[in-house]
């Protein structure tokens, strides 16, 4: 269906393998929905995964195979992020507002730039480097208003192979004048870019209203026939992240039973619609995203930034609804899955309960394809998936690698990883079978903007 790219050699490499075959919350026993290879194999030819399991036990295929040997190293799954903003890249660390402050004095003043496609191709190059350097494989990710900000990003994932889903943002009110569109142009822009890049090589695309208060009843309503005319795209925005903001949208759609039924009535739940934050909810909409197939981004390190609240991972659970991890940068503080599962846990003890080692890397992995419906392509190293994957350094600096030496389980060398590591843990990460990034490699940033 897709052609890309790749590799055209076969490669077997060797290293601690590590990938989920299930959410291990879910399982009677966790060691059932999870796969360990201390001395383990992937092989990968032109792109795909061909098989992963004990070196000693794929012996035939390795002797046909060029070697790349990792030793110590962990091998999993290239990191999903359901949920991040490529504009907000350069204001990251942007002090002291909530959420619909910080957008007024940060946010919409730093998307104006984007306009310029040139300033948005080397915003995208920096950001594209940000995700690979923390082993970032895929994002569902906010471009701004301006349709230049999609062609800028997609032109330079599709020049890296990445599995990205990028939108640009509709919003044609309660914003910025050098910011709005209108329903038609945001209807016609959006169109022209779905039919430009969607399911071009790997990338796809997101309807992408910012969230309700700044749309129109009208703009919601194009964003929704763009849904029925382009059924296999995928709806991006945000829900319920802030209590002024609930409130707010009360106010804008007094018709409407909750912020929930808003994008449900516009007709943008659905199996590929992803609403993050979604903090705040009643049991009426936690029952809505369930039924509608509906899935969440959790955010942590941005819900903790601008005070947002806690989100409830085992309610959502409970209810079937799917949930992945997003970063959320720019109110997220970090590009690095291991620095927001140390935030997610953290969230989650303030409720009482736990997030396991193994759920954490679950959610970073398989459970983010399944949240973004990409787990037939991505999220683990079944027989012809996309080899995306990253090659990990249990021990990125010489205080980890003194921790590491005294755990004496797979559970806690990955708790003491997600706890205390960060993008220095990234040894390398590999694309379709093509090595994108390796620790010391060249960053965009250090050229002038």
């Known amino acids: 269906m897709l052609s890309f790219t790749a590799q055209a050699q076969k490669v077997a490499y060797l290293g601690q393998v590590l990938h989920f075959t299930g959410d291990p919350s879910q399982a009677t026993n966790p060691q059932d929905a999870y796969q360990y290879f201390e001395k383990g194999a992937l092989i990968v030819d032109k792109g795909k995964v061909v098989k992963v399991g004990i070196a000693s036990e794929l012996d035939a295929l390795i002797k046909q195979s060029k070697v790349i040997d990792y030793k110590d190293k962990l091998i999993i799954p290239g990191f999903i992020d359901t949920h991040i903003h490529y504009p907000q890249t350069e204001m990251i660390a942007a002090f002291g507002e909530q959420l619909l402050d910080w957008l007024k004095k940060y946010t919409f003043p730093a998307e104006k730039q984007f306009s310029d496609k040139a300033y948005a191709k080397d915003v995208s190059d920096i950001f594209l480097h940000q995700l690979l350097s923390n082993g970032t494989t895929t994002a569902l990710v906010f471009g701004t208003v ?264 797979l559970h806690e060398k990955l708790f003491v990883l997600m706890t205390i590591g960060d993008d220095r843990n990234i040894h390398a990460t590999y694309v379709m079978g093509k090595k994108q990034f390796e620790q010391g490699m060249a960053h965009p940033a250090t050229k002038s903007l």
């Open 146 to 409: 301006h349709p230049e900000s999609v062609d800028a990003l997609f032109s330079q994932a599709k020049s890296l192979d990445m599995r990205l889903i990028a939108g640009k943002v509709m919003m044609d009110r309660n914003a910025p004048d050098y910011l709005l569109d209108t329903a038609k142009s945001s209807y016609d822009e959006t169109k022209a870019l779905i039919q430009k890049w969607h399911n071009k090589d790997r990338l796809l695309y997101a309807i992408t209203p910012r969230f309700a208060p700044t749309s129109t009843p009208e703009q919601l309503t194009a964003a929704g026939q763009l849904k029925e005319e382009f059924p296999d795209t995928w709806v991006h925005t945000h829900l319920s992240e802030n209590k002024g903001e609930i409130e707010w949208v009360k106010s804008l759609f007094p018709d409407r039973k909750s912020y929930t039924d808003v994008y449900d009535f516009y007709k943008l739940t659905s199996d590929k619609s992803i609403f993050a934050h979604s903090i705040h909810l009643d049991d009426d909409e936690v029952a809505t995203l369930a039924s509608t197939g509906s899935s969440i981004a959790f955010c942590p390190t941005s819900n903790l930034f601008l005070g947002s609240g806690l989100f409830k991972l085992s309610t959502m659970k409970e209810a079937g609804v799917r949930v992945g991890l997003g970063t959320d940068v720019g109110a997220g503080t970090s590009f690095s899955m291991l620095e927001t599962l140390n935030e997610a846990y953290k969230i989650i003890q303030l409720q009482n309960q736990k997030l396991s080692a193994f759920e954490g890397f679950y959610l970073a992995t398989l459970g983010g394809a399944k949240s973004l419906s990409l787990d037939q392509y991505i999220g683990n190293f079944e027989t012809g998936k996309e080899a995306d994957f990253v090659v990990i350094d249990w021990g990125g600096t010489p205080f980890q690698a003194y921790r590491q030496s005294k755990t004496t389980s």
